[in-house]
């Protein structure tokens, strides 16, 4: 079946420097693309999205790029603060009528 | 706002044992999921309804059974409780598909 990977399972981050983040897909008729966060003991919320009509979103710290070519999206967080440590989940799916297919998340640490 | 809510937080249960898990939410949303998170992996889609009365199966909707009766409540049946299921259930909700998901605290299944 399709499949989305994120291959770094865990990523540490000095305080104030970016974060990286990668996901794959394996479906090329992906359409959308969500990232939600997931704190400690706490469920998921959702962070920010990109359809695949762009190839860059921004919303404040947080962007999105996505390479359709390579299949692979990321999300990078500038200017890292504490608050950002969680684990983040990356998704794809075809469109409105389909389910999401999720990454099994990379926990981000934020060092002082 | 809004919020979701899912009863009861932790169900333990014996092995084969049926088991019901709830939902409710009050954004108004006409689309809701049912997802199983096993420990430190994504999320696999069990069961998600587009309207009241519709059903539709995820990936792992075998040995579960699920109920929309009401636009604002969701129920999750595990019909024969088995020790590899021991996870957490989580409900979400949105506008429709391919939009935002709101998350629910998430059910911890313990079977015995």
């Known amino acids: 079946g399709e499949k989305v990977e994120q291959h770094e399972s865990t990523l540490s981050v000095r305080e104030g420097d970016s974060a990286v983040i990668n996901c794959t897909y394996t479906d090329t008729a992906s359409s959308y693309f969500p990232w939600y966060k997931q704190e400690a003991g706490k469920s998921l919320h959702f962070v920010i999205d990109?359809?695949?009509n762009v190839d860059r979103k921004q919303s404040q710290r947080l962007t999105v790029l996505l390479d359709k070519k390579a299949k692979r999206f990321s999300l990078h967080i500038t200017a890292t603060q504490p608050e950002d440590s969680a684990i983040y989940f990356c998704a794809a799916s075809r469109d409105s009528n389909y389910q999401l297919i999720w990454g099994s998340g990379t926990k981000l640490i934020i060092k002082p | 706002g809004g919020i979701i809510t899912q009863t009861p937080k932790f169900l333990i249960g014996q092995e084969g044992q049926k088991l019901t898990l709830k939902c409710q939410q009050n954004?108004?949303?006409?689309?809701m999921y049912w997802y199983r998170q096993d420990s430190g992996k994504g999320l696999r889609l069990i069961y998600y309804?587009?309207?009241?009365?519709?059903?539709q199966k995820g990936d792992l909707s075998e040995g579960y059974d699920a109920s929309r009766e009401k636009k604002s409540s969701f129920s999750l049946t595990v019909t024969s409780a088995q020790k590899n299921e021991m996870a957490v259930f989580l409900c979400?909700?949105?506008?429709?598909?391919?939009?935002?998901?709101?998350f629910g605290p998430g059910t911890r299944l313990t079977v015995l």
């Open positions: 979400a909700s949105s506008s429709g598909t391919g939009f935002e998901q709101y």
């Open positions: 990109i359809r695949s």
């Open positions: 954004f108004n949303h006409d689309t």
């Open positions: 309804s587009i309207t009241e009365n519709d059903l």
